[in-house]
């Protein structure tokens, strides 16, 4: 099962905007980039001079924050955020097993985040082939319809952030095949740092310990598992953990869509209910009124005579205990 994705972040700093620009561009170092398949990458600016002479990372830069300023206000709040990044993208297995056209789904993603935070906020779109998944990173000044710089407008609460989701996953993934992400899900997305500062630590703790003099290889073995096996214990309990999750989540994912059948099925007979009262003659139509008295009446009845049942026998025991 594949998903689309979206991930938003604010920037309240130039330093911040500067540092996502660098990065979007390749003109810093990015360590889980292919430095092979840079050459890939888009960007929204063609980065030639007149005479078709490509213009050095440094300028790439400066014009990027060119335009970021452009679209800044004169006056901006001390803890305001100063623009938004987006990143755009779907499953790995999507693009892996070629279930979709990065190219197609990367453009598409970008007309989607143009018409929803205005084409004109936006100072810079470059996608990414040389990371682990493509992508589209989009990075724009908040600025609404009355123009003023204001990310609450688009970010403003869970409310907003959830139904910029649902509005990502009806106009883009699912043109693509591709689901939504589960509402309300306590899953938290990790920064790329997060992720790589967590691995450096995992790394740390299962390094094997220094082998001390005149210790048998026996003594170091104890030593060693003494050390590892906690760990090990502690990551096949979360393990366990999420399996159990999700084998309540599919359980529960059964259950709506046997629901959703159920309702389907009597939708449909409704439906047939009402095609028979439309085309109907009005002979049919007293006949079908006829049927359907006759049907409710005995409803009617049976419900009556099951109540009377009921009351002669609470009677009875009433009876009996005095």
């Not at 309300?184 to 299962?206: M, N, P, W």
């Not at 007979?269 to 079908?288: C, F, H, T, Y």
């Amino acid at each position: 099962m594949a998903f689309c994705i979206m991930r938003t972040a604010k920037l309240k700093e130039d330093g911040n905007v500067g540092a996502s620009v660098s990065h979007a561009l390749r003109t810093r170092e990015t360590p889980n980039a292919d430095k092979a398949k840079t050459s890939d990458n888009w960007c929204c600016y063609n980065f030639t001079d007149e005479k078709g002479k490509t213009i050095t990372k440094e300028n790439a830069d400066k014009i990027a924050m060119a335009e970021y300023r452009k679209r800044l206000p004169q006056k901006v709040r001390k803890n305001g955020v100063r623009a938004i990044e987006l990143m755009l993208t779907a499953s790995p297995e999507a693009f892996q097993e070629k279930k979709i056209n990065p190219i197609e789904y990367l453009n598409n993603c970008d007309s989607w985040a143009k018409k929803t935070f205005g084409a004109k906020n936006i100072f810079l779109i470059t996608h990414h082939y040389d990371e682990l998944t493509p992508h589209s990173s989009i990075l724009l000044v908040p600025t609404d319809p009355k123009g003023k710089l204001n990310c609450r407008y688009f970010l403003g609460g869970g409310a907003k952030l959830r139904a910029l989701q649902d509005s990502f996953f009806e106009q883009v993934g699912k043109k693509f095949g591709l689901e939504r992400g589960v509402k309300g899900s306590k899953a938290r997305h990790q920064t790329v740092k997060q992720f790589y500062t967590k691995l450096e630590q995992l790394d740390k703790a299962i390094e094997p310990p220094a082998k001390k003099m005149l210790e048998s290889f026996e003594q170091y073995s104890v030593r060693y598992k003494a050390k590892i096996l906690p760990l090990l214990q502690k990551h096949e309990e979360k393990v366990l953990e999420l399996s159990r999750d999700n084998l309540t989540l599919k359980s529960n994912l059964n259950a709506v869509q046997r629901r959703l059948e159920a309702l389907e099925s009597d939708l449909k007979r409704e439906m047939e209910k009402v095609n028979q009262w439309e085309s109907a003659s009005p002979k049919q139509l007293i006949n079908l009124a006829t049927k359907l008295q006759n049907e409710n009446f005995k409803s009617w009845s049976d419900k009556a005579k099951h109540e009377t049942m009921n009351t002669k026998t609470r009677e009875k025991s009433i009876d009996f205990e005095r």
